[in-house]
């Protein structure tokens, strides 16, 4: 992938997709194309993506559902799970429906960016 990786991110908390945002706007492999809080504006919005970062609950839909939505329309778009919590049934859950990461809110965030730069990588390649 050439360029900034364009990315959505999706989560109910207004605290997150601002701390998250701001982590992704300060890192110039990024472009923030939208942070929203409903799967329906990710859908919507989907095409503006290189890659989409989501949390397990959206404010209308959970991400496993979402994700097999974005599959139906975008089936090379990756997407990442980005949530607070972690019990390995949700990142195999994750990964069944297509997830091509999963990080908690734990994990240090230089960590979190180079793995969203894999996953786009992963997908583009």
């Given at each position: 992938?050439s360029?900034?990786?364009?990315?959505?991110?999706?989560?109910?908390?207004?605290?997150?997709?601002?701390?998250?945002?701001?982590l992704?706007?300060?890192?110039d492999?990024?472009?923030?194309?939208?942070?929203?809080?409903?799967?329906?504006?990710?859908?919507?919005?989907?095409?503006?993506?290189?890659l989409?970062?989501?949390?397990?609950?959206?404010?209308?839909?959970?991400?496993?559902?979402?994700?097999?939505?974005?599959?139906?329309?975008?089936?090379?778009?990756?997407?990442?799970?980005?949530?607070?919590?972690?019990?390995?049934y949700?990142?195999?859950?994750?990964?069944?429906?297509?997830?091509?990461?999963?990080?908690?809110h734990?994990?240090?965030?230089?960590?979190?960016?180079?793995?969203?730069?894999?996953a786009a990588?992963?997908?583009?390649?």
């Amino acid at each position: 992938m050439s360029g900034r990786i364009r990315v959505l991110l999706g989560d109910e908390s207004a605290a997150v997709r601002l701390l998250l945002g701001a982590l992704l706007r300060d890192d110039d492999r990024f472009a923030l194309v939208g942070d929203v809080a409903s799967g329906a504006e990710i859908i919507d919005r989907c095409d503006e993506a290189d890659l989409v970062v989501v949390d397990l609950m959206l404010n209308d839909i959970d991400a496993f559902s979402l994700i097999d939505q974005l599959r139906a329309r975008r089936a090379e778009l990756p997407v990442v799970l980005y949530a607070e919590v972690d019990p390995p049934y949700l990142r195999a859950e994750a990964a069944s429906r297509g997830a091509v990461g999963f990080f908690t809110h734990r994990t240090d965030p230089a960590d979190v960016l180079d793995g969203f730069v894999a996953a786009a990588n992963r997908v583009g390649s």
